[in-house]
């Protein structure tokens, strides 16, 4: 599933094929995404300049004027650019066409992703409203976690993935982050001092920035790239090692549901 990561590295890879370009056209195959492409978004969108493309979450946001084209890649989806687009292929939904003659296609073989028109102000609208903060935005710092968090009894792991608190936190990087922090994912949330907030805040945009810089080497791979996304292959700390002596001290990694979700964790290095 794409996270906060691959979504910012698809942004990045995109951004100079599509922003300051006109919409020519835009063909939509199949309307059947999470949410239904509206049938009124091809006579909205042509003819604007996209003059941005900004992320919130792991939502791409097409500046138009004074209006957002959100796109959300759900749990298979992806954006491909192409000079000159191939032949379709099955799962591919959408096409943008732009003036310069690129096209960008939307490609999601389990359809749980969306394309909205977004109306301003962008920051109203219901997937946009409740979201928490930026894990990179200034105001997301270890106060403002730590006064979020004090009445909190959930795990500290759950209240990294809640959204409304933080945002672009997944399972993946919220499993990796506690172990560099050095903090034992069920210990409640409102028990993590101010300092320790500052340790795993530190842990996160380190985790992420290191996935982000990843996916750099695969910036390519939006452009004129034909097949499946390929999502990217970290080496992780704890992740998916259930078993296999921690990289740190060598004790075992263990496992265990939180939530719903695979938490490892390194029982010696995290408390
Ligand atoms: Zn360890």
Redesign the pocket.
């Known amino acids: 599933m794409p996270e906060l990561p691959e979504v910012e590295t698809t942004r990045r890879g995109i951004a100079p094929h599509v922003v300051g370009q006109q919409v020519a056209a835009m063909h939509v195959y199949d309307r059947r995404l999470r949410w239904p492409v509206p049938r009124s978004l091809q006579k909205k969108i042509v003819g604007r300049t996209v003059d941005a493309l900004d992320r919130r979450s792991k939502y791409l946001l097409f500046r138009l004027g004074e209006d957002t084209l959100l796109v959300h890649f759900g749990m298979t989806g992806s954006l491909r650019v192409y000079s000159r687009a191939p032949p379709r292929e099955a799962h591919d939904h959408a096409d943008i066409v732009l003036a310069s003659g690129t096209t960008l296609r939307y490609h999601d073989p389990r359809r749980f992703g969306a394309i909205l028109w977004v109306p301003s102000p962008a920051a109203a609208h219901p997937l946009l409203a409740a979201l928490g903060r930026e894990p990179f935005d200034a105001s997301c710092d270890a106060r403002y976690l730590w006064a979020a968090t004090r009445r909190r009894s959930a795990a500290i792991k759950l209240a990294l993935m809640d959204s409304h608190l933080i945002v672009g936190i997944g399972n993946i990087y919220a499993n990796e982050s506690l172990f560099r922090a050095g903090i034992r994912p069920t210990i409640p949330a409102g028990r993590i001092s101010q300092r320790r907030f500052e340790r795993l805040l530190a842990a996160v945009r380190a985790t992420l920035t290191d996935a982000i810089a990843k996916g750099g080497s695969t910036l390519r791979d939006y452009v004129d790239a034909r097949g499946e996304p390929g999502y990217f292959q970290v080496d992780y700390f704890v992740y998916g090692r259930e078993g296999l002596p ?6 075992a990694i263990k496992s265990i549901r939180l939530g719903g979700r695979a938490t490892c964790y ?1 029982p ?3 408390r």
Do not use: P
């Open positions: 921690c990289r740190v001290c060598r004790t390194c010696r290095c995290q």
